[in-house]
């Protein structure tokens, strides 16, 4: 049984870094892709980006500039760092496992709530 | 990036009837790259349909998935208390990965 499990500061102030964390279990750690998505009320569901065990990486280069997505496959977790919030990056983030390099999430953590507020 | 455009944005059904759900993309999909996901409150999305009308593991048969190019639809042949959510889809033909805005089935 695959379960994703995430971490991280839920409240931030502008211009933090937001830094969150999944551990993924119950199956193959390197045969597929690990992403972040996020979701807010105005913009809806959004990809952040993706990473391969090996560190390779993609990411939507509306959020390119600020995002960094890092694996530790010794620990079977990947994190995300957001720098320079603003109160538009106040969402939940949800950690997937992607089946391919730019495919389907089929498995999905629990999500974090990120309040950006001063 | 493709954008995807979902209707109706709600849609008020009574339990047994058929739901039809659409998602129009903004250029085409390349190989029905096409996802469908079902979210209830305070809940992650779930994925529902892959390659436009592949059932994912465990998802009952009355949901199906159609359609190439880009139009695409969703069918919940006949509606159950637990399939009343969010159905949002997901193109993955091209990147950056995006997502329509959803459809909201409730009860009527």
């Known amino acids: 049984q695959v379960q994703l499990q995430q971490w991280g500061a839920g409240l931030l102030k502008p211009s933090e870094t937001l830094s969150l964390t999944c551990a993924a279990s119950g199956g193959s750690f390197t045969n597929y892709y690990w992403s972040w998505i996020r979701q807010t009320p105005g913009k809806g569901l959004e990809w952040i980006g993706e990473?391969?065990?090996?560190?390779?990486?993609n990411y939507n280069p509306s959020l390119k500039s600020r995002v960094t997505i890092s694996v530790d496959t010794s620990k079977t977790q990947f994190s995300l760092k957001l720098t320079s919030v603003t109160a538009a990056d106040t969402a939940v983030y949800y950690c997937?496992?992607?089946?391919?390099?730019?495919?389907?999430?089929?498995?999905w953590g629990q999500g974090t709530l990120v309040t950006v507020s001063s | 990036e493709i954008v995807l455009t979902q209707s109706p944005g709600s849609l008020s059904l009574s339990p047994g009837e058929r739901a039809t759900l659409s998602c129009r993309a903004s250029q085409s999909v390349s190989l029905t790259s096409l996802a469908w996901y079902q979210q209830k409150p305070g809940q992650a999305p779930r994925l529902l349909i892959y390659?436009?009308?592949y059932r994912a593991t465990g998802i009952p048969d009355r949901f199906s998935g159609s359609g190439s190019g880009t139009d695409f639809s969703l069918t919940i042949s006949r509606l159950e208390p637990d399939d009343f959510a969010v159905y949002y889809c997901?193109?993955?033909?091209?990147?950056?990965?995006?997502f329509g805005g959803g459809t909201k089935v409730e009860i009527k």
């Open positions: 390659g436009a009308s």
């Open positions: 990473i391969k065990h090996s560190g390779l990486t």
């Open positions: 997937t496992r992607q089946y391919s390099s730019g495919y389907y999430s089929d498995y």
């Open positions: 997901q193109q993955y033909g091209s990147s950056p990965l995006t």
